[in-house]
């Protein structure tokens, strides 16, 4: 579960510090760079949106 939920920090931590490198090495801009890290966020949410109410209602146990 711990796992699951650093996921997303974990992935902008290691991201943002390498968007200038990555830039250099393939022959881009930042700006264009940085829409894939808007496309990360975005699935991020989603997920969220997706998968917690679906957690709620089959991983919770009947009482």
């Known amino acids: 579960m711990g796992t699951v939920s650093a ?3 974990l ?9 200038p490198e990555m ?7 930042t700006s264009v760079l940085q829409l894939s890290l808007s496309a990360c966020l975005i699935g ?3 997920g ?7 957690s709620d209602r089959y991983g919770r146990k009947n009482h």
């Open 48 to 54: 969220q949106l997706v998968v917690g109410p679906l």
């Open 23 to 29: 830039a250099k090495s393939l022959s881009t801009q």
């Open 44 to 46: 991020l949410a989603l």
């Open 7 to 9: 996921t997303g920090p």
């Open 11 to 19: 992935s902008m931590d290691m991201y943002l510090p390498a968007l």
